[in-house]
């Protein structure tokens, strides 16, 4: 019991450390990533649109010059100022600026969702990065067991109790091992280049990454719940607001407008006459009304808010199917891979054993290198496949995250 307890406590220990050096590289990918701050920008760009729409439609003005002056009693007419100013219909504008805001709080869930996949991005490229290096240490491991074999050989092939054949197995061994770690090199560094990318920062600086990852042994209680409340599907219910909001705006833009505006004009004086209002200029105050008659364009964007508003309802619900059988998939995977895991355990053990009896069987004489190297290819298997498993569990993690955090 008491060796449970410190397994259970050095596994706390490296997933708490693992989790503050993660946070650490994602709090800096998100500070300096690029198509966060484009999004960022973006939802800047929508709030300033609130300014934009509390406004009033133009001010009309015009001039215009009597070619012809035409006569009146007061004297002749020379030229017209005129002005109008359209009001909208009360409420109108109030009504643009919560469309606005509607369509910027829409945005804002962008910003969510791109932090969140990002967040699972560098996740999934550091647990990347582990099995590469992991891997590489394991055939480092395995190339160092197979020249202490070829010691052995050359040792054995002196006394007559094995062939320059065998050496030239565990050689060629040798080299295959090798060639796969050169190629575990470069996938290595295009993995490097691939998330210092995302932190946006030089493509060859070292990351330092966890080298004691296990799986728990428990299965891993997650919400569900809190899966209703991911930035993919408030995002819905934001645009699903913003079509109510285009409709209130809709309704609004139909009603009557009232305009006010002033006309001058000024007359010259009748020469030759003598009369109090000779020369008199007129300034005529007026009133206008703006009644949409042919009113079909707002019946036809209320039909089409109405289809908008279905459109977006189906869209959530298929997205929440989506999400649901990510997340169940997910799940489904973490237990298979802690199954993997805790098989390759087992397997490596008895690999282990079979290793030890073949080096007591080289005291007796009796070494068969044939079976040392299937012993080691084997063993390599179980330590690749364990690894496979640490990564697969940890990148089902991600994508867990990703839906319920």
């Given at each position: 019991m008491k060796r449970l307890y410190i397994i259970f406590i050095t596994a706390s220990m490296i997933s708490i450390s693992n989790a503050q050096q993660l946070e650490v590289l994602t709090n800096e990918a998100l500070a300096n990533n690029p198509e966060i701050q484009t999004f960022e920008l973006k939802y800047q760009v929508a709030t300033e649109r609130v300014n934009e729409a509390n406004t009033l439609p133009n001010t009309q003005l015009g001039v215009g010059?009597?070619?012809s002056e035409p006569e009146t009693r007061t004297?002749?007419?020379?030229?017209?100022?005129?002005?109008?100013?359209?009001?909208?219909?009360?409420?109108?504008?109030?009504?643009?600026?919560?469309?606005?805001?509607?369509?910027?709080?829409?945005?804002?869930?962008?910003?969510?969702?791109?932090?969140?996949?990002?967040?699972?991005?560098?996740?999934?490229?550091?647990?990347?990065?582990?099995?590469?290096?992991?891997?590489?240490?394991?055939?480092?491991?395995?190339?160092?067991?197979?020249?202490?074999?070829?010691?052995?050989?050359?040792?054995?092939?002196?006394?007559?109790?094995?062939s320059t054949v065998d050496v030239l197995r565990l050689q060629m061994r040798?080299?295959?091992?090798?060639?796969?770690?050169?190629?575990?090199?470069q996938d290595y560094l295009a993995e490097l280049?691939?998330?210092?990318?995302?932190?946006?920062?030089?493509?060859?600086?070292?990351?330092?990454?966890?080298?004691?990852?296990?799986?728990?042994?428990a299965n891993d209680l997650f919400d569900s719940e809190n899966l209703a409340l991911h930035p993919e599907l408030l995002k819905y219910d934001k645009l699903?607001?913003?079509i109510q909001q285009s409709e209130l705006l809709n309704q609004k833009e139909s009603n009557p407008m009232l305009?006010?505006?002033?006309?001058?004009?000024?007359?010259?004086?009748?020469?030759?006459?003598?009369?109090?209002?000779?020369?008199?200029?007129?300034?005529?105050?007026?009133?206008?009304?703006?009644?949409?008659?042919?009113?079909?364009?707002?019946?036809?964007?209320?039909?089409?808010?109405?289809?908008?508003q279905q459109e977006i309802l189906a869209q959530k619900e298929s997205?929440?199917?989506?999400?649901?059988?990510?997340?169940?998939?997910?799940?489904?995977?973490?237990?298979?891979?802690?199954?993997?895991?805790?098989?390759?355990?087992?397997?490596?053990?008895?690999?282990?054993?079979?290793?030890t009896i073949l080096v007591k069987s080289y005291e007796t004489g009796t070494i068969d290198f044939n079976d040392v190297l299937d012993i080691q290819e084997l063993q390599l298997k179980f330590q690749i496949s364990q690894i496979e498993a640490i990564r697969s569990y940890y990148l089902q993690r991600t994508i867990i995250n990703y839906l319920t955090k």
């Open positions: 010059y009597f070619v004297g002749a007419q020379r030229f017209k100022i005129s002005a109008t100013q359209m009001l909208p219909s009360f409420g109108e504008i109030t009504a643009r600026e919560n469309y606005i805001n509607s369509l910027s709080n829409a945005i804002y869930e962008d910003i969510a969702i791109a932090k969140r996949k990002l967040v699972a991005s560098v996740s999934q490229s550091y647990y990347n990065l582990y099995a590469l290096i992991e891997k590489q240490t394991v055939l480092d491991e395995n190339i160092a067991l197979l020249k202490t074999y070829e010691k052995l050989a050359l040792t054995s092939v002196e006394v007559g109790k094995a040798q080299n295959e091992l090798e060639q796969l770690k050169q190629v575990l090199e280049t691939k998330f210092n990318k995302l932190l946006n920062r030089d493509k060859n600086k070292e990351v330092i990454v966890v080298n004691d990852l296990i799986i728990p042994s699903f607001t913003s305009g006010f505006g002033l006309d001058y004009i000024a007359v010259s004086e009748r020469p030759n006459m003598d009369f109090s209002d000779n020369g008199k200029d007129i300034v005529m105050p007026m009133v206008s009304l703006s009644i949409p008659i042919f009113n079909n364009k707002y019946k036809s964007k209320s039909k089409q808010n109405e289809l908008k997205r929440l199917n989506t999400l649901e059988t990510l997340l169940d998939e997910a799940i489904k995977k973490t237990n298979s891979a802690r199954i993997s895991y805790n098989t390759q355990v087992k397997n490596l053990k008895q690999a282990k054993d079979a290793e």
